[in-house]
């Protein structure tokens, strides 16, 4: 199963950017890379996923390397109601399946 | 408009008791996804279904059951076996097609006593 890493906890300061790394080292050459987050006691929303290029929609970017090995999710303005865990997924296609497996995230905290 | 819908929101239950958990979504999807998320931790996979009347068990599938019966529907059956049945349950569903997202539910917390 290819696997993500991810920060424990970040900080980011209102109104500032805010930058979630994501480690994916084992990501194979057809999988997308996914982002979610997670506001506190509600499921789990989409934000944006990407395969090897970098793409922005009206929530955020995604940076990818060009190995493909790490990505990097950006709020560019970042606002109280942007605290939550924000995971990192790779698509799972292990025995021809479509298993979503997810992490334990980054716990975004936006200071005021 | 189109959704996922997991009731009832909050759940109670005696210990000993299967209890049954409700998914529905009218999204017309394929694929549709049972998560447990306990308190500081990520989101481990129950079960899943790809089509209708078929499913696989995820990465902690004792003690629970499911079936998928028709395709807006995928019930979570919690039976007495599950050790700790207590947690944050959410639903999710995506079409089948490779480059899609999925869409949760708003989950249901059970609590058992």
């Known amino acids: 199963d290819a696997k993500t890493t991810q920060p424990t906890s970040m900080d980011c300061a209102e109104g500032r950017a805010a930058n979630l790394p994501c480690n994916h080292s084992?990501?194979?050459?057809?999988?997308?890379v996914y982002w979610y987050r997670q506001i506190h006691s509600q499921g789990p929303q989409y934000i944006i996923h990407?395969?090897?290029n970098n793409e922005t929609n009206e929530m955020a970017s995604l940076i990818i390397t060009e190995d493909r090995k790490s990505s990097t999710l950006i709020l560019p303005h970042a606002t109280l109601r942007d605290t939550a865990v924000y995971y990192c997924?790779?698509?799972?296609?292990?025995?021809?399946?479509?298993?979503?497996?997810f992490g334990t995230g980054t716990l975004l905290a936006v200071q005021p | 408009d189109g959704g996922i819908t997991q009731s009832p929101k909050y759940l109670f239950r005696k210990e000993g008791q299967n209890v049954t958990l409700s998914c529905e979504q009218n999204?017309?999807?394929?694929?549709m996804y049972w998560y447990r998320q306990d308190p500081g931790q990520g989101l481990r996979l129950i079960y899943y279904?790809?089509?209708?009347?078929?499913?696989q068990k995820g990465d902690i599938a004792e003690g629970y059951s499911v079936s998928r019966e028709k395709k807006e529907s995928f019930p979570l059956t919690v039976t007495s076996a599950q050790k700790n049945p207590t947690a944050f349950y959410l639903c999710?569903?995506?079409?089948?097609?490779?480059?899609?997202?999925?869409?949760f539910g708003q989950g249901t917390r059970l609590t058992v006593v």
């Open positions: 084992t990501i194979s050459g057809n999988e997308y």
């Open positions: 997924i790779v698509r799972d296609y292990g025995g021809a399946t479509n298993k979503l497996i």
């Open positions: 990407g395969l090897k």
């Open positions: 999710a569903s995506r079409t089948g097609r490779l480059n899609t997202e999925a869409f």
């Open positions: 279904s790809q089509i209708v009347n078929d499913f």
């Open positions: 999204l017309n999807h394929d694929a």
